[in-house]
């Protein structure tokens, strides 16, 4: 079983920075990509950032120039620093990661239970 534990959720001013956090743990062989996702009230769940084991990322539009993942492949843990927030940043933020288990090479998609980000006006 591949977990997810996810950091660094909060309340915060619009303007101010959070740093999520993401460590991934168990029966891990390899992890080919890990990512961040959001899904604000009466929305759909989207892709905030994405980073793959060789480090190439992908952003979603609206946080380019904002937000920065990054990642440390030999603790499979992925970061996003969110810089400059807004009120259309509150979300429940999830952390995944896709990979093979040492179980038989199975391949994995693991996400976290979800961390809340809220940004006041």
């Known amino acids: 079983q591949v977990q997810l534990v996810e950091s660094g959720g909060g309340l915060v001013q619009a303007g101010g920075s959070l740093r999520l956090s993401c460590a991934a743990s168990?029966?891990?062989?390899?992890?080919?990509?890990m990512g961040w996702y959001r899904q604000g009230s009466g929305k759909e769940r989207e892709l905030v950032a994405r980073?793959?084991?060789?480090?190439?990322?992908n952003y979603a539009d609206s946080v380019k120039g904002r937000f920065t993942i990054s990642r440390d492949n030999a603790k499979n843990t992925v970061h996003l620093q969110m810089n400059s927030l807004k009120p259309e940043d509150t979300a429940v933020y999830y952390c995944n990661a896709d990979g093979r288990s040492t179980l038989y090479y199975r391949a994995f998609t693991s996400w976290g239970q979800g961390t809340q980000v809220t940004v006041s006006s």
């Open positions: 980073i793959s084991s060789s480090g190439n990322t």
């Open positions: 168990g029966s891990i062989l390899s992890i080919n990509a």
